[in-house]
């Protein structure tokens, strides 16, 4: 057996015990896929991420995996991913720009030290608007049941992973739409299948010092209810940006997690060529090494 650096973190995490948690093993170039696929399985975490040697034009690379598959990308790996390159020295602890390699290509990411630590940032891939077949709209509806949409259609996007994004939206005397949802994990579960990681649902916050809340559910990767989850916030940017109600140079903050006990925060940027930046706070809970 190998001994590996182990770090467990907590991503988009304002303290210890917030955010969502991510497991990091270090030096895994020759661990093979069914190998990593295993780990995650047994860590049953929403994402195990693996640190890897780069390739030219990156300061490090990483594969992503849920507890039941790889994916190209994900935000909260993203981010620990950087924090862990920065925490283990394998990069300058002064940069303030990395390049990331995964599999959904090479990615920009900016790191900022202020007074409340070190805050991280990844571009998201460009996400694209899925096309969809009649056949999904009784699965939708029945997902959607009894939920008060919002302006935003209901649609299908791909950022490295798939997900339907919804917003929902009550009258002010009704309760929250997003916080008190009640989902059918069955109907997500079937409206997902095969070609999408989950659903998440977004609306204006109701709390101070946030702009949306939203939750995020992916019961067919194992996981009923993601604690925080940068995809799937972009793929909600990419949204609101598409049906023109984000410009270039916005920013704004979410609200994740709180449902699971997990209170998360989601810094949400689009630069200037409208492109999404997800970003936030990690912090280290778990230092120490692993055989597998």
Same mark, same amino acid.
């Given at each position: 057996?190998?001994?590996?650096?182990?770090?467990?973190?907590?991503?988009?995490?304002?303290?210890?015990?917030?955010?969502? &948690?991510?497991?990091?093993?270090?030096?895994?170039?020759?661990m093979e896929a069914a190998a990593m696929q295993s780990f995650a399985a047994w860590m049953?975490?929403?994402?195990?991420?693996?640190?890897?040697?780069?390739?030219?034009?990156?300061?490090?690379?990483?594969?992503?995996?849920?507890?039941?598959?790889?994916?190209?990308?994900?935000?909260?790996?993203?981010? +620990?991913?950087?924090?862990?390159?920065?925490?283990?020295?394998?990069?300058?602890?002064?940069?303030?720009?990395?390049?990331?390699?995964?599999?959904?290509?090479?990615?920009?990411?900016?790191?900022?030290?202020?007074?409340?630590?070190?805050?991280?940032?990844?571009?998201? &891939?460009?996400?694209?608007?899925?096309?969809?077949?009649?056949?999904?709209?009784?699965?939708?509806?029945?997902?959607?049941? +009894?939920?008060?949409?919002?302006?935003?259609?209901?649609?299908?996007?791909?950022?490295?992973?798939?997900?339907?994004?919804?917003?929902?939206?009550?009258?002010?005397?009704?309760?929250?739409?997003?916080?008190?949802?009640?989902?059918?994990?069955?109907?997500?579960?079937?409206?997902?299948?095969?070609?999408?990681?989950?659903?998440?649902?977004?609306?204006?916050?109701?709390?101070?010092?946030?702009?949306?809340?939203?939750?995020?559910?992916?019961?067919?990767?194992?996981?009923?209810?993601?604690?925080?989850?940068?995809?799937?916030?972009?793929?909600?940017?990419?949204?609101?940006?598409?049906?023109?109600?984000?410009?270039?140079?916005?920013?704004?903050?979410?609200?994740? !997690?709180?449902?699971?006990?997990?209170?998360?925060?989601?810094?949400?940027?689009?630069?200037?060529?409208?492109?999404?930046?997800? !970003?936030?706070?990690?912090?280290?809970?778990?230092?120490?090494?692993?055989?597998?």
């Amino acid at each position: 057996m190998t001994l590996r650096r182990y770090l467990q973190l907590d991503v988009f995490a304002h303290r210890i015990g917030a955010g969502n &948690p991510l497991a990091v093993v270090f030096d895994a170039q020759d661990m093979e896929a069914a190998a990593m696929q295993s780990f995650a399985a047994w860590m049953h975490l929403p994402e195990t991420i693996f640190l890897l040697p780069p390739q030219a034009g990156a300061d490090y690379r990483v594969r992503i995996f849920t507890p039941r598959q790889e994916l190209a990308f994900a935000g909260h790996p993203s981010l +620990g991913a950087a924090w862990a390159a920065i925490d283990a020295r394998r990069v300058p602890a002064d940069r303030e720009s990395l390049v990331q390699e995964c599999a959904a290509g090479l990615l920009p990411v900016r790191v900022v030290h202020d007074s409340t630590g070190m805050r991280v940032s990844v571009r998201a &891939p460009r996400a694209r608007r899925c096309d969809h077949d009649r056949a999904t709209a009784p699965r939708l509806d029945a997902a959607l049941a +009894g939920w008060p949409r919002g302006a935003l259609a209901p649609a299908l996007w791909d950022n490295g992973p798939r997900w339907w994004v919804v917003e929902l939206e009550a009258a002010p005397d009704q309760p929250d739409p997003v916080r008190s949802l009640q989902p059918d994990l069955n109907a997500i579960l079937a409206l997902a299948g095969d070609d999408a990681l989950g659903l998440a649902v977004f609306a204006r916050s109701r709390d101070p010092g946030y702009d949306y809340v939203v939750r995020a559910f992916c019961p067919s990767d194992g996981i009923a209810e993601d604690p925080v989850t940068g995809s799937a916030n972009a793929a909600i940017a990419a949204a609101l940006v598409e049906a023109g109600r984000l410009r270039p140079g916005d920013r704004y903050s979410v609200s994740q !997690g709180r449902e699971v006990g997990r209170d998360g925060c989601v810094e949400v940027r689009i630069d200037e060529d409208g492109e999404v930046w997800i !970003g936030g706070q990690v912090q280290a809970v778990i230092r120490g090494t692993v055989e597998w």
